[in-house]
């Protein structure tokens, strides 16, 4: 287990202190990326939920592993719902699984899917992924055999709207 002290220009929620200390096992000398070994646990947990997806419509399953720097990988799979668009996305479900475990952190966020081409979070995703996310929090997107790109939030929602763009606002 490595202990890192990181000093983030972003807050989360009532959560702002300065510099935090994060315990992540299996991070790599280039953090924030994760070890392979850890990507590749990330996939594997990503793709096993993806098969519990729910899409009788849209036949397009999408699993999320989510790593949270307790350590613990929460997933999420989408789920569709005939009275469009009340479905949720897998992200959406593996952010709320690691609230209800008491995370409130993504430290990194694998999604898998099957597209041909590379499938990223939708937009609402983006920002619900912003709210828990740092601007080099690492967004893998996958497919079937693995990695396809990887992503920060920062590329993927620049100049975005968080919890601290509230500070002045909400008491």
């Not at 709210?131 to 079937?144: D, K």
Request: aromatic residues 8%.
């Amino acid at each position: 287990m490595l202990l890192l002290i990181t000093s983030h220009p972003r807050t989360r929620g009532r959560h702002h202190p300065v510099a935090r200390s994060r315990k992540l096992g299996g991070v790599s000398e280039n953090w924030p990326y994760p070890s392979e070994h850890r990507v590749a646990e990330l996939f594997a947990a990503a793709k096993l939920v993806q098969e519990q997806a729910y899409a009788p419509y849209s036949h397009f399953l999408v699993g999320a592993a989510i790593l949270s720097p307790s350590g613990r990988i929460h997933v999420g799979c989408n789920v569709e719902n005939a009275a469009y668009p009340v479905g949720t996305c897998a992200e959406a479900g593996a952010i709320a699984a690691m609230c209800a475990a008491g995370d409130r952190e993504i430290a990194v966020l694998v999604t898998i899917c099957d597209s041909v081409d590379v499938g990223t979070c939708c937009g609402g995703c983006r920002q619900r992924v912003r709210e828990f996310a740092g601007p080099t929090t690492p967004i893998y997107a996958c497919g079937p055999d693995g990695v396809r790109a990887v992503f920060t939030m920062d590329s993927l929602l620049p100049t975005s709207f968080g919890p601290e763009n509230l500070s002045g606002f909400v008491s």
